[in-house]
Nanobody, 122 residues
Framework: QVQLVESGGGLVKTGSSLRVSCTAS????????MGWCRQSPGKEREFVAG???????PYYADSVKGRFTISRDNATTVWLEMNSLTPEDTAVYYC????????????????WGQGTQVTVSS
């Protein structure tokens, strides 16, 4: 069974940094694009960052460009380093994976984790 498990969320203050991680279990994800989406209260899910092992990305949403960095190993783990956090970054962050990179960017990834809460206080 395929699972994506996130960790590392929490409560931080404005301007802080936080790193969330995602580990995939099941078939190897070495050929998959992996990334992060998020959902804030009252808003739709949005793409945050993505990376593949086939020359695509990394790619970032404009709202996080220059502040967030995505990285991965070539097998099962992807990280999202978040700097200069603001209350607008408060959301549940979901790890996502898909064979098709553009599908992942379109927030239609096939695999989703359960999410980890990131809360940024002012």
């Amino acid at each position: 069974q395929v699972q994506l498990v996130e960790s590392g969320g929490g409560l931080v203050k404005t301007g802080s940094s936080l790193r969330v991680s995602c580990t995939a279990s099941g078939p190897t994800f070495s050929g998959y694009a992996m990334g992060w989406c998020r959902q804030s209260p009252g808003k739709e899910r949005e793409f945050v960052a993505g990376i593949s092992t086939r020359g695509n990305g990394p790619y970032y949403a404009d709202s996080v460009k220059g502040r967030f960095t995505i990285s991965r190993d070539n097998a099962t783990t992807v990280w999202l380093e978040m700097n200069s956090l603001t209350p607008e970054d408060t959301a549940v962050y979901y790890c996502v994976a898909d064979l098709n990179y553009s599908t992942l960017v379109d927030v239609r990834a096939y695999y989703w984790g359960q999410g980890t809460q990131v809360t940024v206080s002012s």
